[in-house]
């Protein structure tokens, strides 16, 4: 198993990466056009190209903006109606998996920016029942996420004749590199399948329950050929366009809308991930029981490249989290109505070979693992940090706890009488 010389990376990474010959990743080569970018050019470029959908005659929005109340949602809506001025319909796919301060985030998204919003939940029996699905056939407790969340946004678009969806960064960009900025990938079909789910399409799903038939799995159902061609609805990026700086930008968003942020069980990175109980929870320890990384090693490559912290500092930040079982898995067991020893029978067959070994008893180790990886020598590779930048927490409205059950629908204001803050 190789790991990035720079951003520890390891090279069995579920999006594809690739190692040049001095052992750096492709999403560090790919970061390094940041630094060698004309961003204000790309940004007007942007704007120019916003500006062909404003006011189209006859629509009342511009654009759809795919949104959970995350900080990076709050910049992407602050940049698109304030700054570009155009009139976006924000769009919530239901994850089911609510936290309460996640809640109150998305009401001050819809609140603070004043925007239109659509929501769309598909029923929990359902939802439950694909989860059973996709955890046996693809190791997967969070496909409904991926693929409602990728795909609530284009239905909206298509039905509204809204010809432009406008996403904030992907992964195979910001964190893999699988892409040039250059190259300004758009949001398709294909990108869609490929990317953000992995290779699996509701299609996949149909015939593996009585209980999951075709109309339900309308919500995962993308658009056909047909009507895309049709709407012809196109989706950007906006961090094909800006220099994409997630901790920096939510900063500004708890300054200027006072987003609200929360610590987590399995990294330190208290911005990203705190609407949803699991996605850096129970659908990370997944991912961590499948290949052997997780989140953390994510937001440590990010922070190595953005030379906010050293590779000693950012293994040590790993070691920390990345082996740590998360208290929310009880909800997620018993929201799900299995057993934990369950849970493991349907993960254990996805467990990636080139990182766990099993022993004679049968119990899982890691082999050729980040964590045994030391001492760091100084290297050409090595960025340097200039730029060291911890993430903060803001004071919560009320306390959240990571064994609290799921929101399925919240309260949606924020005044001191919510929340029991006081009694009202
Ligand atoms: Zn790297």
Redesign the pocket.
């Given at each position: 198993m190789k790991y990035?010389e720079?951003?520890l990376?390891p090279e069995n990474h579920a999006l594809n990466i690739i190692f040049d010959k001095s052992g750096?990743?492709s999403?560090?080569r790919v970061h390094e056009e940041k630094y060698t970018s004309n961003w204000e050019k790309k940004e007007s470029e942007l704007g120019d190209l916003l500006s062909q959908y404003k006011g189209r005659p006859g629509s009342h929005y511009d654009c759809v903006i795919p949104v959970s109340g995350t900080g990076d949602d709050f910049f992407v809506v602050d940049l698109v109606k304030n700054k570009f001025g155009l009139n976006p319909l924000l769009a919530t796919y239901n994850t089911h998996f609510n936290t309460k301060v996640g809640i109150r985030n998305l009401a001050r998204l819809i609140s603070k920016l004043d925007c239109d919003h659509l929501n769309s939940t598909v029923g929990p029996e359902t939802i439950k029942e694909i989860t059973k699905i996709t955890l046996r056939k693809f190791g997967d407790m969070y496909w409904h996420v991926l693929a409602g969340s990728q795909t609530f946004p284009v239905q909206v678009a298509t039905k509204l004749d809204i010809p432009l969806i406008v996403w904030g960064v992907n992964g195979w960009l910001d964190q893999v590199g699988m892409f040039s900025h250059h190259d300004r990938v758009e949001m398709t079909k294909k990108v869609r399948k490929e990317h953000a789910m992995r290779g699996f399409d509701a299609e996949a799903l149909i015939g593996e329950s009585e209980k999951v038939t075709k109309k339900d799995l309308q919500a995962f159902t993308y658009p056909s050929d047909a009507q895309l061609e049709t709407s012809r609805v196109r989706g950007l990026y906006v961090g094909n366009y800006i220099f994409w700086d997630s901790q920096k930008q939510i900063e500004n968003m708890i300054e200027k809308f006072g987003y609200e942020t929360n610590a987590q069980e399995r990294t330190y990175n208290s911005y990203e991930s705190i609407h949803c109980f699991n996605n850096a929870s129970v659908h990370d320890y997944v991912k961590y029981l499948k290949f052997g990384y997780g989140k953390v090693c994510d937001h440590v490559?990010r922070d190595i490249r953005l030379k906010r912290r050293t590779k000693e500092q950012g293994h040590a930040l790993i070691k920390k989290y990345l082996t740590v079982k998360p208290k929310a898995l009880a909800t997620f067991l018993d929201w799900l109505g299995i057993s934990e020893t369950e849970f493991f029978a349907l993960v254990n067959p996805h467990r990636d070979q080139a990182v766990w070994g099993q022993d004679d008893q049968g119990n899982w180790y890691l082999k050729n693992s980040i964590l045994d990886i030391q001492p760091f020598s100084e290297s050409e590779n090595d960025l340097g940090v200039t730029d060291p930048r911890e993430y903060k927490i803001t004071p919560l409205l009320e306390i959240e706890r990571p064994t609290d059950e799921y929101i399925l629908m919240g309260r949606t204001y924020m005044d001191e009488r919510n929340f029991k803050a006081v009694e009202g």
């Amino acid at each position: 198993m190789k790991y990035c010389e720079r951003c520890l990376y390891p090279e069995n990474h579920a999006l594809n990466i690739i190692f040049d010959k001095s052992g750096v990743c492709s999403g560090c080569r790919v970061h390094e056009e940041k630094y060698t970018s004309n961003w204000e050019k790309k940004e007007s470029e942007l704007g120019d190209l916003l500006s062909q959908y404003k006011g189209r005659p006859g629509s009342h929005y511009d654009c759809v903006i795919p949104v959970s109340g995350t900080g990076d949602d709050f910049f992407v809506v602050d940049l698109v109606k304030n700054k570009f001025g155009l009139n976006p319909l924000l769009a919530t796919y239901n994850t089911h998996f609510n936290t309460k301060v996640g809640i109150r985030n998305l009401a001050r998204l819809i609140s603070k920016l004043d925007c239109d919003h659509l929501n769309s939940t598909v029923g929990p029996e359902t939802i439950k029942e694909i989860t059973k699905i996709t955890l046996r056939k693809f190791g997967d407790m969070y496909w409904h996420v991926l693929a409602g969340s990728q795909t609530f946004p284009v239905q909206v678009a298509t039905k509204l004749d809204i010809p432009l969806i406008v996403w904030g960064v992907n992964g195979w960009l910001d964190q893999v590199g699988m892409f040039s900025h250059h190259d300004r990938v758009e949001m398709t079909k294909k990108v869609r399948k490929e990317h953000a789910m992995r290779g699996f399409d509701a299609e996949a799903l149909i015939g593996e329950s009585e209980k999951v038939t075709k109309k339900d799995l309308q919500a995962f159902t993308y658009p056909s050929d047909a009507q895309l061609e049709t709407s012809r609805v196109r989706g950007l990026y906006v961090g094909n366009y800006i220099f994409w700086d997630s901790q920096k930008q939510i900063e500004n968003m708890i300054e200027k809308f006072g987003y609200e942020t929360n610590a987590q069980e399995r990294t330190y990175n208290s911005y990203e991930s705190i609407h949803c109980f699991n996605n850096a929870s129970v659908h990370d320890y997944v991912k961590y029981l499948k290949f052997g990384y997780g989140k953390v090693c994510d937001h440590v490559a990010r922070d190595i490249r953005l030379k906010r912290r050293t590779k000693e500092q950012g293994h040590a930040l790993i070691k920390k989290y990345l082996t740590v079982k998360p208290k929310a898995l009880a909800t997620f067991l018993d929201w799900l109505g299995i057993s934990e020893t369950e849970f493991f029978a349907l993960v254990n067959p996805h467990r990636d070979q080139a990182v766990w070994g099993q022993d004679d008893q049968g119990n899982w180790y890691l082999k050729n693992s980040i964590l045994d990886i030391q001492p760091f020598s100084e290297s050409e590779n090595d960025l340097g940090v200039t730029d060291p930048r911890e993430y903060k927490i803001t004071p919560l409205l009320e306390i959240e706890r990571p064994t609290d059950e799921y929101i399925l629908m919240g309260r949606t204001y924020m005044d001191e009488r919510n929340f029991k803050a006081v009694e009202g």
